[in-house]
């Protein structure tokens, strides 16, 4: 979905480097999500950012932290890469209404060496 | 804890034949569901939702059944055609929260 953004797309890094991956999003939503991907394994949830004041930690956050820079912005970092975060990294965005159905970016493949 | 499962990890249709796509959910709290498509190199994307006071709701050629007794929900595709070759996943979401719990999800293959 082009109206959210992922960048970069693809990025290898070594064990111990720090990275940042970024999102925006042109949806006006308010809350935004970063989750990983697994092969075999559902989307899991790292972190969740309400509005611009609010961020949560979501089921696998160890390792990541998270900074919302404008509610069109959303990035991720992790601090020290490790080799077991090699994944799918995906942003998401939602809309703060009954359904909250959510909107994904296209993606960043991570590989830590 | 909650978890979200699909029944078949791969399902190979003839195209032209209808697909039909499991997912069961465990919490019987969970009032609305969520059917996305994966294709390879992109972002999950929304096919069709249900909320949990409906059974059947139907999209453009989908078709998502709700069964709140058994919690196990389907996604039904008419008419199978190649670009419908994607994996396939479902979500719920309890008690009206941000939360999505996601199924692993089913790679749909579409014999020519």
């Known amino acids: 979905d082009a109206d959210v953004t992922q960048t970069p797309r693809n990025r290898i890094t070594k064990t111990g480097k720090r990275i940042m991956l970024e999102c925006s999003q042109t949806?006006?939503?308010?809350?935004m999500y970063w989750y990983r991907q697994d092969p075999g394994l559902g989307l899991r949830l790292i972190y969740y950012?309400?509005?611009?004041?609010?961020?949560n930690k979501g089921e696998i956050s160890d390792g990541y932290s998270v900074s919302r820079q404008a509610q069109a912005k959303f990035s991720l970092s992790l601090e020290s890469a490790i080799p077991n975060q090699t994944a799918l990294y995906f942003c998401?965005?939602?809309?703060?209404?009954?359904?909250?159905?959510?909107?994904f970016g296209p993606g960043t493949r991570l590989l830590v060496l | 804890g909650e978890n979200v499962g699909l029944h078949l990890p791969t399902l190979s249709v003839q195209e032209g034949d209808n697909s039909i796509i499991n997912c069961a959910y465990s919490?019987?709290?969970?009032?609305?569901f969520i059917w996305y498509k994966q294709e390879s190199g992109k972002g999950p994307q929304f096919i069709i939702d249900?909320?949990?006071?409906?059974d059947k709701r139907q999209g453009q050629r989908v078709t998502v059944l709700l069964n709140k007794t058994v919690k196990h929900l389907s996604l039904q595709i008419a008419a199978t055609q190649p670009g419908d070759s994607a994996v396939y996943f479902c979500?719920?979401?309890?008690?009206?929260?941000?939360?999505?719990?996601f199924g692993s999800g089913t790679r749909l293959l579409v014999r020519p």
């Open positions: 950012s309400f509005d611009v004041k609010d961020i």
């Open positions: 998401a965005t939602s809309l703060r209404t009954s359904s909250q159905t959510q909107y």
């Open positions: 249900i909320r949990s006071n409906m």
């Open positions: 949806k006006g939503h308010d809350r």
């Open positions: 919490n019987s709290a969970s009032d609305y």
């Open positions: 979500a719920a979401r309890a008690d009206s929260s941000y939360k999505l719990i």
